[in-house]
């Protein structure tokens, strides 16, 4: 689905009037809830006047805007078409995923004999906002949040080439992640399958982490792939 062009000047919303004049930071907030919430699904091309005037900014900030989501993964900027959501084959993902559980797999011992106590400690902190906005109900905190612990774990193990790795690969299926955590009882068993991975990390047991962090993932992933059914296309 596209947005529909609309000849008359609509009268700007309350979020429109409160944007008015701030940063593409703000822009890409907005944009990118309506992507993780599915209000804006895979392949759907955005158009930039629609934004604009829902928004209540200019094409400045947004074009700016596209470009943190394109770095995130989540905008395809194609030349001549303008931005759209990024859209993965089953197989893209199922590979990615792989990926990312084997890059943790081999961050986790190192994190645990490399990993300061301040490093730890972030870690820490990061857990505890992201427990505080599952318990709001706060969906997309929890899942940024979510996504900085793991990139804050593999950064513990102090490999800067398996942070920039980690970080591209992260991004490009992190809209497809998201999924999984519309699912209410995957969510509370993601928070307590977090607390074990807190506590190996504090405690140095870098062989628990390892497996934690895999079946994490695992199960994880086995909940979203339900979760996206046919909102992934299918293999041809």
Not at 81 to 110: K, Y
Not at 197 to 221: D, S, T
């Amino acid at each position: 689905m596209q947005y529909a062009p609309d000849t008359a000047t609509p009268e700007p919303v309350p979020e429109a009037r409160s944007l008015r004049g701030r940063s593409a930071a703000f822009v890409a907030e907005r944009i990118r809830e309506r992507i993780l919430s599915g209000q804006l699904p895979p392949g759907e091309r955005l158009s930039e006047r629609s934004l604009t005037e829902g928004l209540g900014v200019t094409r400045t900030p947004l074009r700016e805007a596209f470009k943190i989501l394109e770095a995130e993964g989540l905008l395809a900027i194609v030349p001549n078409r303008g931005a759209q959501v990024v859209e993965l084959s089953p197989a893209d993902v199922d590979m990615a995923m792989e990926l990312l559980a084997g890059l943790e797999s081999v961050a986790a011992e190192l994190a645990c004999a490399r990993g300061t106590d301040e490093q730890f400690a972030k870690v820490a902190l990061l857990h505890a906002r992201m427990v505080a906005c599952q318990r709001a109900g706060d969906l997309v905190g929890y899942f940024r949040v979510n996504q900085d612990i793991h990139q804050h774990i593999v950064d513990c193990a102090d490999n800067p080439a398996l942070s920039r790795v980690y970080r591209t690969e992260s991004a490009r299926v992190r809209l497809y992640r998201f999924a999984g955590n519309r699912v209410s009882t995957r969510w509370s068993r993601a928070v307590s399958e977090h607390e074990q991975i807190l506590l190996a990390l504090q405690q140095r047991q870098g062989p628990l982490l390892r497996e934690l962090l895999r079946a994490h993932h695992l199960n994880g992933w086995r909940v979203t792939r339900k979760v996206l059914g046919n909102e992934l296309q299918p293999d041809l």
